[in-house]
């Protein structure tokens, strides 16, 4: 609980906060939850109350760099889902003001961070670091604009789950020395992408579990990678590796996947990052199953699958679980 002291500041349990980029708000927004600064550990400045328009610019504190923004961790979903909705109502629109599709970007990222870090993946520090680059990168590439008519076409489930594939291959990226920009931003690309294809399935095939599939139904299905790449063909700007990229991201190692069946050898070193974290953010986060934790999720990777991933892929992925395993056990 909250009490409140002199000069409008409040103590309150860091345990109970959670901080949110700046960038996240619109001037002149309906706040849907309370605002605060954090001055100090344990002292809030409340700058916005819930239902009151945002008005932070002119703030001094609000613009000095090192005060962060932070909500209660209980009222974070419910800012982002509201900031999620104004924004993709705004790019709906003619002429998008460039920030605004900063925001969409940023408010994915957040929710991304927030998921992966409620599922004990890695720390909260590394996910702040891959979510600022990929809103960053996200911004440079030259089809921006192009990206985000796809991305805001998206359900908000698939986008979410394109940028939690993207932040587990940007920490798998660094873990395996994968440090060139140019091979970051394509893989950054084809993550966010990824799924495209599913769009032209229809949502009955997504009402039942897989086992009851028809045949045709399960065909459909198994071309999604390359429906996707059609779709995303005639975008001026997207490079041809990331076409490929998305176009295997349901292959493995062993020749087990689809639609082509190819093998290890045959799969492009980008496109091996990309299947890995791509199945590994639908094993954390599976909308059909129970979510499985980290540790589980390694475990059914190599019990029950036989470790179908590209080995230095796979080896990245459990050197990033084992460092927070150690982490936690430390602290
Ligand atoms: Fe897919
Ligand atoms: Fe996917």
Redesign the pocket.
Known sequence: MSSTQNKGLEAIADTQMTDISKEFFFEGMLLPVNVYLRINPGSYLIIGKKGDKASFAQLHSYNNPNVNAYVYHSDKPTLIQYVQDLTTKVLHQKNVPEAVKVKFISGLAEEGLDSLAKSGFTSVSQLQKVSELIVQMAQTQAPFDEIFKVMVDLPASEAK?GMT?CMICMLLCEEMQVKLPAAQEKIAMACLL??VGLKHLPKSIFEKPRHLWSADEMMAFEQHPIVGVEMLRDIKDIPSDVLLMISE?HENSLGTGFPKRIRDVKISPLGKILILG?YF??LLFSATGKPYTPDEAIQYIEDIMGQPFNKQAFIGLKNIVNKKYLADKKA
């Open positions: 789950h594939s990824h799924d991201h791509n953010s639908n």
